[in-house]
């Protein structure tokens, strides 16, 4: 008897063993439906040595129902798959859940019907029918169509149809692709660009994997050089994925590849609508969409024949999901290039420190592109010392950024203000009694959003209308604003710069890619003076009249106590400051920053990277940071604050004693209370050589824990909250 093992979705009920009924074409990936009691689940046959079950008896196997319309999920996808189940500690179905991505796809082709003429003529031939004939030549469209282009009602077109006369004809509803044709536009190269594209697309030909680190600076043309790369893998009839940090990104990329290749490549994000999300997940699998730029989920999807895996901003920490399967989206892409075997590429300004020490320790081959393309060099970088140069009473931009800000708006220039926060004050207080503003279901401030007159948690979502009077003494018109957001540096802007047009630019504003495009479209128009934003402006984004960018506050992001919080301000500094001077015109930095002397500061004003990277590589060796140690979290959380606390423990009383591996905690996460849950963590600092999952799998394992405790791993974590 045909017997069959199936990965199927629902992590409590793991794997299943079924009967395949006579003449069913199943293989390993196939995606079936199964009975389950009465109802129907979804499965993927996978090989059965590969995942062990218990034994059943082939007469108690109940026989699979029927097989999906979609292609089996190739050998190297369901490796990925193991492979990132097993190393971030999460069940294999919640990881092959976000390959089939899309459940319209997998119910098949989805059809509707269009009509054409036949030929044939009718048995009595009207004036109307007649006209309809004749506007009807080659056409083919749905009846409402047709109906609309004759000139006719469908009555008449109803009739034809019942003579014989139009015929219906079932189409596909998913239309194809427009072609990216590689040599639709070459672009006219450096000579580093050349030398370096001529590598990648060498790698390309090559066909194995390659794990390829490009690091150039910031305006040097990386996303140019690796568009040969390419054109190359769609001469050779493969896929390519470009990985993206942020959807708002991508607008601005669309245009440069649209350019390049003579038609857009295929989107893939969370807000696809399901429609779009069809089309795109069914093109991919039948190998259709030659290129493929997404966020992080693109990265699962079914590719019938990848040949070159990008990862672009690949230092960015948007890569890595904090949430469900809590991986990076960088190290995945570099092991679905090695189980695909192919090149993938790591392009970014800043790279992080660990993706060097690859490239350091030759496990990544780097490429560098060090000088701007074209007449554009690297903007001047000044500090703005906060404790001498202090900005007036009430006011955040000290007056000499204010006057540069005055130079660039006479000269018709653009400039660039960074502040990595949301909204107009992050906390709202009482000037009376000193009440404060906090969300009631997570132990964060709540923001005020002036533009939207609400107060809301950048955590959970909650919101509220900012009150009349204050919830604490009753006292009216008693609130006080603490602190800038970019609404607030916005208004200043527009107080000392009346003149001056102001574009704000945050997820808040951005949040669509229409907005994106509007706003991309208004800044090379010229048709802004002053932007204002958070670390959404921070990359991809080429404007070549800006030539100042004003840094508000770099001491902000050394605040959060975290792991690569240095490396992060550094990372976001020095591609803010990238902004500035891309074009003719040179571009002038202002950090504003109370500590000018703190390693990271002083770095960015010398412009001096190298310096940088050696004092960060001394900290992390000396703590057993990443790359040289591993990090680890555990997080117990529970709506009962007694519950989480007893569970969390509970695991702090049964760890592990082991030389390799040590475990702090459990303790109070920063974020104590997260959208109604109460949080505890313990974090494990391990030796490379320790087998940390291994260890945690089975520590875990061996707990019962309540229903309402979730307890969640963190593997190579970059939040501590
Ligand atoms: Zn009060
Ligand atoms: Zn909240």
Redesign the pocket.
């Known amino acids: 008897m045909n017997r069959v093992r199936l990965l199927v979705f629902n992590a409590a009920l793991g794997v299943l063993d079924y009967r395949v009924p006579e003449g069913m074409p199943v293989e390993p990936g196939s995606v079936v439906v199964a009975p389950l009691g009465p109802r129907q689940i979804l499965g993927i046959a996978w090989e059965p040595e590969r995942l062990p079950a218990e034994a059943v008896d082939d007469a108690r196997l109940r026989p699979l129902l029927s097989v999906l319309p979609v292609p089996p999920l190739r050998a190297e996808l369901r490796r990925l798959i193991e492979w990132t189940a097993d190393y971030y500690c999460a069940p294999l179905s919640s990881v092959a859940r976000m390959v089939l991505a899309s459940g319209g796809a997998l119910r098949g082709p989805s059809t509707i019907t269009e009509y054409r003429l036949t030929g044939g003529a009718p048995e009595r031939m009207t004036p109307q029918r007649e006209r309809a004939i004749a506007a009807l030549e080659g056409e083919q469209a749905t009846l409402r169509e047709l109906s609309a282009l004759a000139g006719v009602s469908e009555g008449v077109l109803r009739g034809l149809m019942a003579q014989g006369v139009l015929e219906p004809v079932l189409v596909d509803c998913d239309r194809p692709y427009p072609y990216a044709a590689p040599d639709h536009a070459p672009p006219v190269l450096s000579e580093a660009q050349q030398e370096l594209a001529a590598r990648l697309v060498d790698a390309v030909r090559q066909a194995r994997f390659a794990p390829i680190l490009l690091d150039g600076v910031t305006g040097s043309g990386k996303t140019e050089a690796y568009f040969e790369a390419v054109a190359e893998a769609l001469r050779g009839g493969r896929q390519v994925l470009v990985l993206l940090p942020e959807i708002a990104l991508t607008e601005a990329f669309l245009g440069r590849f649209s350019g390049r290749f003579g038609a857009p490549p295929v989107v893939w994000h969370s807000s696809l609508k399901s429609t779009e999300r069809r089309r795109a997940w069914r093109a991919i699998a039948s190998g259709e969409a030659q290129v493929v730029v997404g966020a992080r989920s693109a990265l699962f999807l079914p590719y019938k024949r990848l040949g070159l895996i990008v990862v672009d901003e690949a230092h960015e920490v948007s890569f890595k999901q904090d949430e469900g399967v809590r991986y990076n989206a960088r190290d995945v892409a570099v092991m679905r290039a090695r189980f695909e075997g192919i090149p993938v590429v790591l392009a970014s300004a800043t790279p992080a420190l660990e993706s060097l020490h690859m490239a350091e320790t030759g496990t990544y081959e780097k490429l560098v592109l060090p000088a701007r393309y074209g007449a554009a060099e690297l903007p001047r970088i000044d500090l703005l010392d906060l404790t001498q140069e202090k900005p007036e009473p009430g006011r955040w931009l000290a007056p000499r950024l204010a006057g540069e800000l005055r130079l660039r708006l006479e000269r018709g220039e653009q400039s660039l203000l960074f502040l990595n926060r949301r909204g107009y004050a992050p906390l709202t207080l ?1 000037r ?4 404060r503003f906090q969300c009631p279901n997570c132990s964060a401030w709540l923001v005020e959003h002036r533009l939207s007159r609400r107060l809301a948690c950048h955590h959970c979502g909650h919101e509220t209308r900012p009150p009349e009077t ?1 919830p ?4 009216a018109d ?1 609130l006080v604003a603490c602190g800038p957001g970019v609404e607030r540096i916005a208004d200043e802007v527009a107080e000392i710069l009346p003149e001056a047009r102001v574009a704000l630019v945050t997820s808040d504003t951005l949040g669509s890619p229409e907005k994106a495009a509007a706003f991309i479209a208004q800044a090379e128009g010229r048709a802004i003076d002053v932007i204002v934003g958070t670390q959404l402006v921070t990359k991809g984004f080429h404007f070549p009249e800006l030539t100042l960018v004003g840094v508000v506050d770099a001491d902000l992001g050394l605040e959060g106590g975290d792991l690569r919080a240095a490396e992060r301000t550094y990372q976001q500094v020095a591609q803010v400051s990238g902004r500035a001077g891309r074009g003719a015109k040179p571009g002038e930095v202002l950090i504003q920053t109370r500590h000018p002397d703190a390693p990271v500061i002083a770095a960015l004003a010398a412009g001096d990277r190298d310096a940088f990277y050696a004092a960060e590589t001394e900290a992390r060796r000396h703590a057993g940071a990443p790359p040289f140690g591993r990090w680890a979290a555990i997080i117990v959380s529970s709506e009962d604050e007694n519950e989480a606390r007893e569970a969390a423990r509970r695991i702090g009383a049964t760890r592990p004693e082991l030389p390799d591996i040590a475990i702090y905690g459990p303790a109070p996460a920063p974020m104590a209370l997260l959208r109604g849950r109460y949080r505890h963590r313990l974090l494990i600092n391990a030796r490379r050589s320790a087998s940390v999952q291994d260890v945690i799998r089975s520590w875990l394992s061996a707990l019962p824990f309540p229903r309402g405790v979730r307890v969640s791993v963190d593997i190579d974590p970059y939040s501590f909250v």
């Open positions: 009482c009376h009694c000193g009440y204050c604490e003494c009753g006292e008693c």
